[in-house]
């Protein structure tokens, strides 16, 4: 796999992720990177995303969600092969979407 290559990565990060602008901060870096995709709050406390992009901007969002925002502390992010259909809950028109909570 070369760094053009196109791979789908769904991502869910636990910690205090809530109530820090993480959905904003992960909102920015993706489009900073030119990834596509969507992020949203879920009700167990954790965020969930989903992103698509070469590899090496995928690689640096990873790292970036591995942080987030100062304001916030991560504990942990579980990560796995995500899939065209699940962009389905993006927004039409949009390249990254910010979902509600699920």
């Not at 990834?35 to 070469?54: I, K, T």
């Amino acid at each position: 796999m070369n760094d053009e290559t196109r791979i789908i990565r769904h991502v869910f990060v636990r910690g205090k992720v809530h109530g820090v602008g993480f959905r904003a901060f992960v909102e920015h870096h993706a489009l900073k990177r030119g990834l596509e995709g969507w992020v949203r709050n879920r009700r167990d406390g954790s965020v969930e995303a989903l992103f698509a992009g070469p590899l090496k901007s995928m690689e640096g969002m990873i790292a970036a969600c591995q942080i987030g925002p100062l304001s916030g502390h991560v504990d942990g992010l579980d990560q796995r092969e995500g899939t065209a259909d699940e962009f389905k809950l993006r927004a039409p028109g949009d390249v990254f979407s910010v979902l509600a909570t699920a």
